[in-house]
């Protein structure tokens, strides 16, 4: 199955995400099958040679957004609209790259930088059958919620509706880059065939019933696991969601000595978020190891390809 990743080059904490990416590759390879696809936006970096050296193919593509972002950072001075705007909207590309690149995969898996592979998670991804797309909770009690970091995507079906969902997010663009992103946009789409109220308060959503009609599928929780929810043995992937494990040292320390910007997160650095960093850690080590051919030779060529 390919599994894709993306990654803008001009993102805040760079360097950050780039090892985010090399221990997700690392462990994807150690655990499973998966095949690592990179969808890059952004000049030539070390860290595309890495991702050459261990078979992830890169294929450089600009987000369709990017211009309206850009206006929105323009006229806002919210700097971010385009920094992290241009990566996280990548992921809805991937309907019309596939058409382009005549792949007839029903279902592809996406997630996120910020993850590690625990075990192979292709067993339960194949029990499930998307109408349009697999995504776990965002939070555990609430079955209407969706987070978009790991998405089974049936992309046949998803290119089905890809103009129409690219007209919506162009049209609600500013308010998604307030909320989640392309989370929000996915969750506002799919939530109902009618146009949400994008202004109404959550509470009046559920009360008048429009988010009642969820068209997405849901995820099992070991397939997005966070580890502020606790030990899992039967997790398969760890999304680090919310404290990334570079922040980990700052839970170590008095609050007095830590990042203000931090605070909100502290909560969040539960015992098991530290056993995490600490597994994550001794995968990245391992990533400086030489590679270990995971492909064979005919897959060797055009590892670096345009969108």
């Known amino acids: 199955m390919k599994w894709f990743l993306a990654l803008n080059r001009h993102s805040p904490g760079f360097p950050l995400y780039a090892d985010l990416v090399r221990v997700a590759v690392h462990t994807a390879r150690e655990h499973s099958a998966l095949q690592p696809h990179l969808l890059y936006d952004g000049p030539d970096d070390p860290l595309l040679h890495w991702l050459d050296d261990h078979g992830v193919e890169v294929i450089r593509r600009r987000s369709f957004l990017y211009d309206s972002l850009r206006t929105i950072a323009a006229r806002t001075g919210r700097l971010g609209c385009l920094s992290i705007g241009a990566g996280a909207f990548l992921r809805l590309e991937l309907p019309a790259l596939a058409a382009q690149r005549g792949w007839d995969d029903e279902c592809v898996l996406y997630t996120d930088c910020d993850v590690m592979f625990l075990a192979d998670p292709l067993p339960a991804l194949r029990t499930l059958a998307p109408r349009y797309f697999a995504a776990a909770r965002e939070d555990r009690s609430d079955r209407l ?154 897959l060797r060529p055009s590892r670096l390809s345009s969108g």
């Open 145 to 298: 919620s969706l987070n978009s970091g790991v998405m089974l995507m049936n992309l046949p079906a998803l290119r089905r509706q890809d103009g129409r969902f690219r007209r919506f997010v162009t049209r609600h663009l500013d308010h998604f880059t307030r909320r989640a992103w392309d989370q929000d946009a996915y969750r506002a789409y799919y939530s109902t065939r009618l146009v949400p109220h994008l202004e109404l308060d959550e509470r009046v959503r559920r009360r008048t019933g429009f988010a009642r009609r969820r068209r997405w599928t849901e995820m099992p929780l070991e397939l997005n696991w966070r580890p502020y929810w606790g030990a899992n043995p039967a997790a398969a992937v760890v999304h680090f969601h919310g404290p990334k494990p570079q922040q980990e040292p700052y839970f170590r320390v008095p609050e007095a000595e830590r990042p203000a910007e931090l605070a909100s997160l502290a909560p969040l650095a539960t015992d098991c978020y530290h056993e995490m960093c600490e597994r994550w850690r001794a995968a990245l080590n391992e990533c400086d190891q030489p590679a270990r051919r995971a492909v064979s030779d005919r």
